[in-house]
């Protein structure tokens, strides 16, 4: 289920909740509705208002959090890639098919990348990519003929290295870091809130509008949370132009 639709569930689920404090209302007797009733459920649902925010506060910090720290790692390895290919043209013209094929790997990791998803409850395990594996064996097959040469391949097989780290690190990292039971606790109490509001006070156009504002608002936080937490997809997902093009193409 993608954010749109999640967020779309917590906003009938919530503005539900009104719907059903106004319900309920003409259904309670006057001894319900004494003011001390009236005192203790707004000190209640103060209480739940405020677990509320800072829940949604530990999940709008976790998403950004998540979100910044894969932008961080996919910067990483466009810079790691392009130091890479500056050794190996350093190197000489024997590095040049390896620099080929760097080139011409970089749109299969993208893609494995950006597309890549963690299925719920089942094992997955990391499959390297043939095009990587063969790069590898081949830069560890040059043969260096100077002092220059061997440090230039010491450094491109360190940066590789450092590389495919970067890449394992996605791989665990995939999937969302939003524990689903934060996020089922936290509707509730906003829809415990939202009855209360009908509850024990009169319902009208206006209060009604403001309350369906309010409950669009909560809905566009979670979307918002939802999308920052998946950050290869969705409206603000991270680009994957600058890792594409970060080589330049090999002139004949």
Not at 119 to 128: K, L, N, Q
Request: with cysteine.
């Amino acid at each position: 289920m993608n954010a749109l639709l999640i967020s779309l569930l917590v906003f009938a689920i919530v503005f539900g909740g009104a719907l059903l404090g106004a319900v309920l209302r003409p259904l309670l007797s006057e001894k319900h509705l004494q003011s001390d009733a009236k005192d203790i459920v707004k000190m209640a649902t103060g209480l739940i208002g405020t677990l509320a925010a800072l829940v949604l506060g530990l999940l709008i910090a976790s998403a950004k959090g998540s979100s910044d720290l894969k932008s961080s790692q996919i910067r990483q390895m466009t810079a790691t890639t392009i130091l890479l290919d500056e050794l190996l043209a350093q190197y000489g013209p024997e590095a040049t098919p390896l620099r080929t094929l760097l080139r011409q790997s970089i749109p299969a990791i993208a893609d494995r990348i950006w597309r890549e998803e963690i299925p719920t409850g089942r094992a997955v395990h990391y499959e390297s990519n043939a095009q990587a594996l063969t790069f590898e064996n081949e830069l560890e097959r040059l043969t260096p003929k100077n002092d220059a040469q061997r440090s230039l391949q010491s450094r491109a097989i360190a940066a590789f290295t450092e590389g495919a780290r970067t890449r394992l690190l996605l791989f665990a990292q995939a999937g969302g870091s939003i524990p689903t039971p934060f996020l089922i606790i936290l509707v509730f109490w906003l829809s415990a809130i939202f009855v209360s509001f009908t509850l024990f006070g009169q319902t009208n156009p206006v209060v009604m509008t403001t309350l369906f504002v309010c409950a669009l608002s909560f809905a566009g936080a979670i979307f918002l949370v939802l999308e920052l937490d998946n950050p290869f997809t969705g409206l603000m997902g991270i680009s994957s132009a600058t890792l594409r093009g970060a080589l330049l193409p090999l002139t004949p």
